[in-house]
Structure formats: C-alpha cells, structure tokens
C-alpha cells in the first residue's frame, strides 16, 4: 500500500482518487493536528495520502462573468494579498491562525473541514457561494449550505476534490467580522460574527449576517436579512430590539472546553447590534 501520492497534475490527483481510497491533504494544518498520536509518532492516517496543495490549477485566482473564481488550494496568506478578494472575508483570514499557518493553510481545506469555527464560512454562506466539486468523469456545483451537513461533514464523494470556490464579484460599503477568543491572536473561537450591508442614500440596499460557532452549523436567515432591505438607516436603529429577537432562537450553542453556550449566545447578540449600530 502506498503511504501517500504526490501527482503531477489535477488530471493525475483525480485519476488517483478514482482508484485508491484516500485523504486529500493540503496544507495539512487541520489534518496533522486532527491525526496526531503524539511526539516521536506516525500520524493516525488509515488511507494513503494525496497531496494536493501544490497543484497549480488549485492556486489560481481570477474573475469571470461577474464571479470571482477561487482555486481550493489558495492560501488564506494569498487571499489577502490578492486585490480581488472582497474586504469582509480578508477581515475574517486575518484573525486567522498566525502568519505562518496561513502560508501552508488553504481554503479548500478550512471549507472542508467544516467546522462551525471555520472562520472563512460566514463570509461564504452570507455570499452564498458555490463549491466545485470534481472526479474524474464528472462536475458539479453545490451551494455551500449544502456541501456542509454537519460539524466535520461534508457531501465530499469518495472520487471527488474540491476544485474551485465560487462568490459574487460585489463588495459591500459596511463590512464586519469579529471573532471572539481567549486572546487577540491565535485564539479559538468562541463565538464569531459577519455583518455585511450596502447603504445608499441612507436606505439599506443589501444587508447579509452571519453567526459562526453558535449552532452545528453557520446561522444565516436569507428571510430576516429580506426584511430589512429597502429600509431608511434611521428606523434601524428602532428595529434593533426586533432584529435581535428574531436571531435569539437561531442561536443554538453548546458548552465546550472553549466557552459555554451562555456566553456565546450573549456576545454574538452584542455583536450583531454592535454591526446594527454602525449602520444607523
Ligand atoms: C495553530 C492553528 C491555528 C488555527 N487557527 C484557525 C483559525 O483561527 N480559524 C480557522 O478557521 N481555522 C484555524 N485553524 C485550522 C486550519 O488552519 C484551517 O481550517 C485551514 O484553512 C485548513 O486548511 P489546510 O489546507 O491546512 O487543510 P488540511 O488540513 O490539508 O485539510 C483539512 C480537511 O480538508 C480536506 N481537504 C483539503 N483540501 C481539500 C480539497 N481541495 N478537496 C477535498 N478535500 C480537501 C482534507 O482531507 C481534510 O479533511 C488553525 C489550525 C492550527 C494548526
């Protein structure tokens, strides 16, 4: 049994997928830590792996029928370098990890791992952005919301990688995003927050929010967010009681070693009127 697979190609890393069980790894930064036994030990891996993270086609970046196309094997140190990125999701890759994971971390790879602490979710379920999925004799498109069906699950098929992520090429004018830790850097998240608006003329046009680790899944209602659009800024400020109970019951935290449910339910409802009152 091979150990691991280092292909030439995507066409090579599909054609390997479609034959032998594997683990798709990139920048490893979740796997190794996930798989880890211990010092002076082989990582627990049960399948061969297949490294994808040098891939060329997985790294690139570009712009195409008003939609910006993101190779998953970007690194989240790229995604900030790069002018095409829209703000509120380099907001959410900055308070990533440290400026060395982020130059091996990609992704493809913190989409995958589906962690409701993921912090560049909020940003691509408030976008609503699509996910390529490839194996060698097929293509298809999922919605993010969809590919995610649990914490650490996803709809990935045994053959498939995750090619190419999909979001609108539109920036907002309010942008948001505030995670909430231990410390300033480095920090595990507690409860995580994404406000984005368009405001013109005093009239909201658009307005996306988003809750990062305070259910199993990333807590966005398309529903609420429709109610707002069209108003003046001025009646948001008396809707803040309204908007805040509307979002209370779709916050569903547990307690865990990073925080207990309490707290992250009261300090995401602060966030989202902290991000309310800026748009006032
Ligand atoms: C010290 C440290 C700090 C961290 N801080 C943060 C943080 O602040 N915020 C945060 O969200 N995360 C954080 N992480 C987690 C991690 O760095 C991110 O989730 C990162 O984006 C994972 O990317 P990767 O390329 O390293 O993934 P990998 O570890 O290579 O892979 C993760 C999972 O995705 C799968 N996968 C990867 N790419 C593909 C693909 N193209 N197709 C199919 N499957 C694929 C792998 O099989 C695996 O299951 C941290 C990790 C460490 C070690």
Not at 13 to 22: C, G, K
Not at 169 to 176: D, E, R, S
């Amino acid at each position: 049994m091979v150990d691991g697979f280092r292909p030439a190609d995507l066409q090579e890393a599909l054609e390997f997928r479609a034959q032998h069980p594997s683990i798709p790894i990139a920048g490893g930064t979740d796997l190794m830590v996930q798989k880890a036994r211990g010092f002076g030990l082989k990582p627990d891996f049960n399948k061969p792996l297949l490294f994808i993270g040098h891939l060329r086609k997985l790294r690139q970046i570009s712009v195409r029928d008003g939609n910006i196309h993101i190779g998953a094997g970007v690194l989240l140190s790229e995604l900030l370098k790069n002018g095409i990125i829209p703000e509120s999701l380099k907001m959410a890759v900055r308070q990533m990890a440290s400026p060395p994971s982020r130059n091996l971390a990609t992704i493809g790879g913190n989409i995958c791992n589906a962690s409701p602490a993921g912090d560049t979710l909020p940003h691509l379920y408030a976008v609503d952005a699509k996910l390529i999925l490839k194996s060698v004799s097929s293509e298809r498109i999922v919605h993010i919301g969809e590919f995610i069906t649990d914490p650490k699950q996803n709809t990935l098929g045994h053959d498939e990688l995750l090619t190419k992520i999909i979001i609108p090429n539109k920036l907002f004018n309010v942008n948001y995003y505030r995670k909430v830790g231990q410390r300033k850097g480095m920090s595990l998240t507690k409860a995580a927050f994404l406000g984005m608006a368009d405001i013109e003329r005093d009239i909201v046009t658009d307005i996306r929010i988003a809750f990062g680790s305070v259910a199993p899944k990333i807590v966005r209602s398309q529903e609420i967010e429709k109610t707002y659009i069209g108003k003046p800024t001025f009646e948001m400020n008396t809707a803040i009681p309204e908007i805040l109970a509307k979002y209370a019951p779709l916050i569903r935290p547990i307690d865990d070693a990073r925080s207990t449910a309490a707290y992250r339910e009261k300090v995401s409802l602060r966030l989202l009127e902290d991000f309310l009152w800026k748009l006032c």
